[in-house]
Every structure is written in structure tokens, then in C-alpha cells.
């Protein structure tokens, strides 16, 4: 498991610095699909889009989704509902009971039996701020490495694999 870690983690550094772009818009662009990916139901067309209209680079926003689309979502639930608990000045299980009996036995009618601003409320604001969060600390940590690399490469004098 840890070696299959390790080559996915390579695998996403090389696939970044292939990417002939600006520092700022590639990591612009991985937060923008890091958010996006975070936030259940709204994936790689959102990020694209906002990689467009932020001139941010599509193909690390599209890397973005990829890395943290549902699987990602699936491990912040607990953590989106305490959160926007917190936040809505709620307890997180009044949130998290109705909510689960949700996801085990979907139907319309009951999506919009429940209250909206005790238990979808708090549950999407806690998605979006953890989104929020990830992406930030995503741009934040890819501008440093790609500066890095690039304080690298000038020091050398010669280009690293994986730049032109």
C-alpha cells in the first residue's frame, strides 16, 4: 500500500511539472480543482470553468478533481457537518442523524422534508469551507515547491525533467 502511495504521489509531481505554464496558474489551477472536488456533486466541468474564467491553468485544475473528487468527499463528511455545525450554532448530530438516514434510504421527498437551515445548511457550508481550506493550503504548498523547483533549475543552470 505505502509503495502504491509513493508511485501516485511521483506520478502527480511529474504530471505538474509537465505542465508548461506560470507558477501562479498551475497552482491556481490545482486549488481551483481541489475546491471543486471537495464540494460533492460540482467536479471537473466546474473546475474547468473556473480555471477558464480565472485564467488559471485547465489541466492541473482538471489533475485537481481527479486527485480529490468522491473518494475525498467521502472523508470529509464527518468533518464538513461538525464544522458547519460549529458555524450554524448547531449540534452536529441534529445535522448528522437526518443526514444519514438520507443517504441510506434517498428519496426526493425526503431531501425536501429536511429543514433547510438545520440540517443542508450547515452540511454544505461545512463542504465549502473545508474545500475552501484544502485548496488554499494546495496553492499555497504547489506555488512553494514550483519555486522551489524553479530556484532550482536556475541555480543549476540546466532544466529539470519535465520542463521546457
Do not use: C
Amino acid at each position: 500500500m505505502k509503495t502504491k502511495i509513493k508511485e501516485g504521489l511521483k506520478l502527480l509531481y511529474a504530471k505538474i511539472f509537465k505542465i508548461n505554464d506560470s507558477p501562479q496558474k498551475i497552482a491556481l489551477g490545482l486549488s481551483l480543482g481541489i475546491f471543486s472536488g471537495f464540494v460533492p456533486g460540482i467536479g471537473p466541468l466546474t473546475a474547468l470553468f473556473m480555471a477558464f474564467a480565472f485564467r488559471a491553468n485547465r489541466a492541473s485544475a482538471l489533475l485537481g478533481t481527479l486527485l480529490t473528487n468522491t473518494w475525498t468527499s467521502l472523508l470529509t463528511f464527518a468533518l464538513s457537518i461538525k464544522l458547519g455545525s460549529a458555524i450554524m450554532g448547531i449540534s452536529w448530530r441534529e445535522v448528522y442523524e437526518p443526514w444519514m438516514l438520507l443517504v441510506k434510504d434517498f428519496h426526493l421527498q425526503r431531501l425536501f422534508s429536511l429543514s433547510l437551515k438545520k440540517v443542508i445548511l450547515p452540511v454544505a457550508l461545512g463542504y465549502l469551507l473545508v474545500a475552501l481550506i484544502f485548496g488554499s493550503l494546495a496553492y499555497i504548498i504547489t506555488l512553494f515547491i514550483l519555486y522551489l523547483r524553479k530556484k532550482d533549475e536556475d541555480k543549476s543552470g540546466i532544466n529539470l525533467p519535465g520542463r521546457t
